[in-house]
């Protein structure tokens, strides 16, 4: 069972590139999640998504767009980054019981 | 909104010896979740806690759902060194989407 698989694992771009990065789960999971994670912060929920076709926001949404087309993918998009937006980048997925969420092994993005 | 006092921070322990970490909220949880993230990976599930005061064990793993619902602690048993990684507690209630509030994670290295 793959789960969780985050693609690219590492990426290095410029300020103001912009990129895609991107989540699929296995598991035929309803709930998807973008978390990025920084030193002494935790995890902190960026977006996510309730199911094919919607969205909504999290703790620290702005910079950041999400696309959930199909119910195996959960897009992050990044427009124009900024080194503020240097992070690792999780997603998770979850089904209806509370049984906690799945994670992906991360993405390292590093803005200069 | 609702928080996680996750503490400590950090530790470092002798290998055998025992840890313990706990997690407070300034609000109930139905649900209790401990995470440990290994170096360079996602966070993985331990143990779910689902009724106030469950005392559950995985391993040389025990968690326990305090009784006022607003806190949990993980203790260790003779610890080895691949308990290396961060710990995180997370706070559940069911209904909607599953939102999981995370504490901010304790750095746990062991010293062989």
């Known amino acids: 069972n793959a789960g969780v698989t985050q693609t690219p694992k590492f990426r290095v771009l410029k300020t103001g590139q912009s990129m895609t990065l991107l989540c699929a789960q296995d598991?035929?999971?309803?709930?998807m999640y973008w978390y990025r994670q920084d030193p002494g912060m935790g995890l902190r929920l960026i977006h996510y998504s309730v199911g094919e076709g919607t969205t909504a926001k999290g703790e620290v949404p702005d910079g950041y767009n999400v696309s959930r087309l199909k119910k195996q993918n959960f897009l992050l998009g990044l427009e124009s980054a900024a080194p503020s937006q240097t992070s690792v980048y999780f997603c998770a997925s979850s089904g209806r019981n509370a049984g906690g969420y799945t994670f992906g092994s991360g993405t390292r993005l590093t803005v200069v | 909104g609702q928080q996680l006092n996750q503490s400590p921070q950090s530790m470092f322990i002798q290998e055998g010896e025992d840890v313990s970490m706990n997690c407070t909220s300034s609000?109930?949880?139905?649900?209790w979740l401990w995470y440990k993230q290994d170096p360079g990976e996602g966070p993985v599930l331990l143990i779910a806690?689902?009724?106030?005061?469950e005392l559950t064990s995985n391993g040389r793993l025990t968690a326990q759902f305090g009784i006022t619902r607003k806190d949990s602690f993980l203790n260790i048993s003779a610890s080895i060194p691949s308990d290396v990684g961060i710990y995180f507690c997370?706070?559940?209630?069911?209904?909607?989407?599953?939102?999981?509030?995370f504490g901010i994670g304790t750095k746990l290295q062991v010293i062989p």
């Open positions: 598991m035929n999971h309803e709930y």
């Open positions: 806690l689902y009724k106030a005061g």
């Open positions: 997370a706070g559940l209630n069911s209904g909607g989407y599953q939102k999981v509030t």
């Open positions: 609000s109930i949880f139905n649900t």
